[in-house]
């Protein structure tokens, strides 16, 4: 007895029986069963003998086959994160953290000696900034033409280390002197001409929103409607998130730190002095400079380091929480505990990038608690290895790494996170096109 299948038939599937290429699979309403429902429609006819177990169907007839647990989504699996790691440049990407998890349970796990203020390793720190940053002008001063790119690479991440100290002071971690905090801020923001007061105020929104979606004040997804708002503008954000990125922190400080405007009424006064100390060094300092050295002089001494602080400041923050796997989210989707252990990222560098940027790149216990002096973050970050370890995320500075941030983490999307320039508008897209031919892609 032969018997044909109907076009209208369905059949349920097991988790085991994947249908082939060009079916079309109609998921049932619970998924835990791992069943799936095929419609024979577009399925191949095909005549059929009894002996070989075949079972005749009626039209609309449907069958359900025994269903069994279905493994975890792939995304959530061990093997997909090793997959990613690769793909991305990572070393480790961290679990999903449970939604009970909070910030506090976090923290309480820190031993308390991480939080303590030693004021010799605080000053020591400094010995350190002020040091390197002197050595380095003293090699811009005597190295010929073609070693000054590393003259100027040193006393860029040398001048980065006054960043950090200046970063300390206003998280409340370098003295217990509040004034002194104050003073060894602006003054360690002077040579930067970074205002200290509004950094501060914008800076802690950071840690309060981290990666929630317009909220957070330090790095930001495009928005896809700005995106497409203008010609001209979608070109400049193209360039600006692509070649340009390692230095788009100028921008943000230009933007974001000298408009009152953008600041409570509280915090206004504080902004002004803060403002008054950035122009009283530019309109002494920046002349004494050109008196004694010229114009050539300002851009060798001056201007080349500052570049590089930027191309650090840019550097580490793209890196510290952006990632095609790392979402940004809305208000009412975010969670702190996931934002700040799941959403960070922690990332080695040489040594000597390290010790001159007082451990800025160890930045997940940063993030848990902004009280944990720099020259205490190493323990911090041992401790959440041992207790947190399975949810973080880790990498190794490596070209591929930075390949992907620039090339790939660009648009808003609620779904995948983030969607390149060059799958929206492919024929504005030609720097992230040159970026993916020439960086290097070692990981």
């Not at 577009?42 to 086959?65: D, E, F, M, T, W």
């Not at 679990?95 to 909070?102: A, F, G, I, K, Q």
């Not at 390692?246 to 000298?258: E, G, N, R, T, V």
């Not at 650090?312 to 505990?337: L, Q």
């Amino acid at each position: 007895m032969a018997c044909r299948v109907a076009h209208s038939s369905f059949l349920f599937l097991g988790p085991n029986k994947r249908p082939t290429e060009g079916n079309r699979i109609f998921p049932q309403s619970s998924t835990s069963s791992g069943a799936y429902l095929l419609k024979w429609e577009s399925l191949p006819q095909r005549r059929c003998k009894q002996n070989q177990g075949l079972i005749s169907y009626r039209k609309h007839k449907v069958v359900k086959a025994v269903a069994v647990s279905v493994a975890p989504p792939p995304a959530d699996s061990a093997e997909h994160r090793q997959q990613l790691c690769q793909e991305y440049g990572f070393r480790q990407i961290g679990e999903p953290l449970p939604d009970n998890v909070t910030l506090r349970d976090i923290i309480d796990t820190l031993p308390k000696k991480v939080f303590e203020i030693d004021d010799v390793k605080a000053w020591k720190s400094v010995l350190v900034s002020v040091t390197s940053y002197a050595l380095g002008i003293f090699m811009i001063a005597k190295a010929p033409w073609y070693l000054l790119p590393l003259a100027w690479a040193w006393t860029g991440t040398a001048v980065t280390g006054f960043f950090v100290i200046g970063h300390d002071c206003a998280h409340k971690s370098f003295s217990r002197n509040k004034l002194v905090e104050d003073v060894v801020g602006t003054l360690a923001f002077l040579p930067l001409i970074y205002p200290y007061e509004p950094w501060r105020y914008k800076h802690d929104r950071h840690h309060a929103k981290t990666n929630m979606l317009v909220e957070d004040t330090a790095w930001q997804p495009v928005d896809p409607e700005e995106f497409d708002s203008s010609p001209l503008l979608r070109k400049a954000i193209i360039y600006g998130y692509g070649p340009f990125r390692p230095w788009m922190s100028i921008a943000h400080w230009l933007i974001c730190h000298f408009d009152l405007k953008k600041f409570r009424p509280n915090e206004v006064n504080r902004v002004k002095i803060s403002l008054a100390c950035v122009f009283a060094f530019m309109a002494i300092g920046w002349p004494l400079i050109i008196y004694k050295t010229g114009i050539m002089g300002w851009i060798k001494f001056w201007l080349m380091p500052w570049l590089g602080y930027h191309f650090w400041m840019s550097t580490f923050t793209m890196v510290h929480h952006t990632a095609p796997h790392i979402p940004f989210k809305s208000s009412e989707e975010w969670n702190a505990a996931q934002a700040q252990l799941n959403g960070t990222v922690h990332c080695d560098y040489p040594s000597w990038i390290e010790v001159l940027c007082h451990d800025i790149n160890v930045h997940i216990p940063h993030h848990i608690s902004p009280r944990i002096p720099s020259y205490n973050l190493r323990a911090a970050h041992q401790s959440l290895q041992e207790n947190w370890g399975k949810y973080m995320n880790e990498a190794t500075w490596n070209w591929r790494l930075m390949k992907t941030i620039l090339t790939v983490c660009h648009v808003y999307h609620k779904e995948q996170n983030y969607i390149g320039f060059d799958e929206l508008a492919p024929e504005d897209s030609e720097p992230i096109t040159f970026l993916k031919r020439v960086m290097p892609d070692y990981a």
